[in-house]
């Protein structure tokens, strides 16, 4: 049942329809990687980044409206504000503009991104519409960033891991009003989620906030270290 709402709870994490949603993801990544020159020296290269751009709005607007027509649609729960799909805005920009500038918040917004990949906070597996729009969205924000690596040479500067933690925390205050004002729990820092994640791991509330700012900052410094080794490396042998 695509366009309606299942009877049961059809989504288990790490079922089959779970790895099988990981393993197209992984393999889009591979194949870029192999195709990478080709797709640079051939007339590919906009169609594909136009394409996750059309992508990222289609699943935008049809979980939007599947959510209204349902009558599911609440300020609480509903407002497109989650930091995976402002991640998802400056991906439109990054990738019609080519933009280095908005690669850095992206590729950090990995780190978001391969948590919600990993432990969804969905109730709903294949064929509904939200099982689609969640692991096509998630899906193609990690491809994104890797893409533009591979494919255009962008690489994560150090400076660009702290512009992006400096954006969340300028971020956190005004979540933290509409939380307050809708009574919502968007980006899971008024409350903990139930869902089991990382975040059941860092203590009890306020104080798994300062936890889960250490732990941001840390897998984000796990996301440079490839790239902070390999500019090390360059700078030795020149």
């Known amino acids: ?39 640079r020296n051939s007339g590919y290269d ?29 300020f609480k729960e509903s407002l497109p504000i989650s930091i995976c799909t402002i991640t998802e805005l400056v991906a439109l920009y990054m990738l019609t503009k080519k933009s280095y500038g908005a690669f850095g918040f992206v590729y950090f917004g990995l780190v978001a991104t391969t ?28 491809v994104a960033p890797l893409y ?3 494919v255009h040479s962008f690489i994560p500067a150090h400076k660009q891991l702290w512009k992006y933690i400096g ?15 809708t009574g919502g729990n968007y980006w899971f820092i008024s409350e903990k989620t139930p869902s089991v994640s990382l975040l059941s791991y860092l203590g009890s509330y306020p104080w798994f906030l300062v936890s889960l700012l250490g732990l941001a900052v840390v897998l984000c410094y796990l996301y440079y270290l490839p790239f902070g080794i390999k500019k090390n490396h360059k700078k030795r042998v020149s």
């Open 1 to 39: 049942m695509f366009w309606g709402i299942p009877d049961t709870n059809t989504f288990h994490t790490f079922g089959r329809q779970h790895l099988v949603a990981l393993l197209v993801v992984c393999l889009m990544v591979v194949l870029i990687f192999i195709f990478r020159k080709k797709i």
């Open 46 to 74: 906009k169609f594909i980044r136009y394409s996750i751009c059309a992508l990222f709005i289609v699943g935008l607007l049809i979980e939007q409206i599947w959510t209204v027509y349902h009558g599911r649609w609440s």
């Open 115 to 142: 948590q919600a990949i990993l432990t969804p906070s969905l109730s709903f597996g294949f064929p509904a519409v939200s099982y689609w729009c969640y692991f096509v969205k998630h899906g193609l924000l990690i």
């Open 148 to 150: 533009m690596i591979a």
């Open 167 to 181: 954006v969340l925390l300028g971020l956190v205050p005004a979540i933290f009003l509409i939380n307050y004002l």
